[in-house]
């Protein structure tokens, strides 16, 4: 996981690195955060509050993220949740007009790989 000189995962924007979502909770690591690390393959760095299109987007990919599966503590997502997607699923849906708006604070700078901050930042939140 990338981290700042005091260890501390860093957002986008360059601060410390926020919880995206406690309820649902969250993240790769099911930390509340979008972390970054090696075990993660599919970059689940980037905080966003999902929507029915991305949602609908998602499944139609082959991952239905609105059906619960108790076993691995997962309840099902709805529009308004706040979820770590993939880095490149937000891309491709991006790319399609289904890309649910991001928390940039709860993002982290892995993303910046992907794309950069100034078209983030026209899906953001999060800014005055």
Known sequence: MKR?????PKNVLGGALQPCSERPLTG????GCCSAGPEDLGAHVICTQVTQD???????????LT??????GF?????????CVCALRWVEALAA???????LNATHEAMLEYV?????????IDLN
């Open 54 to 64: 991305f949602l609908d987007f998602s499944a139609a990919r082959g991952n239905d």
């Open 116 to 124: 950069p901050l100034a078209k983030l930042k026209l899906h953001a």
């Open 67 to 72: 059906t619960p599966h108790p076993e691995f």
């Open 97 to 103: 007009g289904a890309a649910p708006p991001i928390v």
């Open 4 to 8: 700042d000189s005091d260890g501390i």
């Open 75 to 83: 309840p099902g997502l709805k529009p308004g949740d706040r979820w």
């Open 28 to 31: 790769f690591y099911r930390d």
